[in-house]
């Protein structure tokens, strides 16, 4: 299966500054890239996706950048805010017993500091 | 579209009891995910249903637990004689096919946060 790791585990920015996450996954075959949030006691909730034919994909204070090369796929945020402290997951998706599945990385909790 | 529905939120069982939870996918879905979530961890696949079928099942422990989606109502993920060890929080996913035929992102439920006491 497919083996899929984040980091850092933990991560501390003033507000302000800005956060990079990093995610590496191992199937070559894996074709879509996304990014979840997920804040204290709820669910988690997708901010931003890439897919495989993409290198960057930015959406206002977020932004993702994938290295097929290199197997690996990133979480840029900039102007971090307190609201942005939350527990981030990348969740790559690959072929597995003929359907896509997703396997989630261990996440990565952000604390923005005010 | 009221998305996917979970319940309980909460779910409080002693030692021994069974746990039933229940996930409603969103109108016009007929796969669903199962997540298990353990305090401070990841999100930990459990197993994959489409109505009626059991597509995938390889992150499910072989025993007391089992799940199904039956063709009217929500999908169920059962716990039998639930141990402390099964205190987490459980998310259910849904999508209207199987990924990688034009659906990718999930969209989760709120979970239901089972306390084994």
């Known amino acids: 299966g497919e083996n899929v790791e984040q980091h850092p585990s933990t991560l501390s920015v003033q507000e302000g500054d800005s956060a990079v996450i990093k995610c590496t996954y191992s199937?070559?075959?894996?074709?879509?890239f996304p990014w979840y949030k997920q804040e204290l006691g709820k669910r988690p909730q997708l901010i931003i996706d890439?897919?495989?034919?993409?290198g960057e994909k930015k959406d206002q204070r977020i932004a993702v950048t994938l290295n097929k090369t290199a197997k690996h796929f990133s979480l840029h945020i900039t102007e971090t805010q307190p609201e942005d402290s939350a527990v981030y997951f990348c969740?790559?998706?690959?072929?597995?017993?003929?359907?896509?599945?997703?396997?989630f990385g261990t996440g990565t909790k952000l604390q923005v500091i005010p | 579209n009221a998305g996917v529905m979970q319940n309980p939120r909460h779910l409080v069982r002693r030692r021994g009891q069974e746990a039933r939870l229940r996930c409603s996918p969103m109108?016009?879905?007929?796969?669903v995910y199962w997540y298990r979530q353990l305090p401070e961890e990841g999100l930990k696949f459990m197993v994959y249903?489409?109505?009626?079928?059991?597509?995938?099942e390889s992150g499910m422990p072989k025993e007391r637990f089992s799940a199904e989606f039956p063709k009217e109502g929500p999908s169920i993920l059962r716990i039998q004689q639930v141990v402390r060890g099964d205190s987490a929080a459980y998310f259910c996913a849904s999508s209207p096919l199987s990924t990688g035929q034009g659906f990718d992102g999930y969209t989760f439920g709120s979970g239901t946060r089972l306390t084994v006491v």
């Open positions: 969740a790559p998706k690959s072929p597995s017993g003929g359907y896509q599945k997703v396997t």
């Open positions: 199937d070559s075959a894996s074709n879509y």
């Open positions: 249903l489409q109505k009626e079928n059991i597509i995938d």
């Open positions: 890439i897919r495989s034919n993409v």
């Open positions: 109108k016009g879905h007929s796969h």
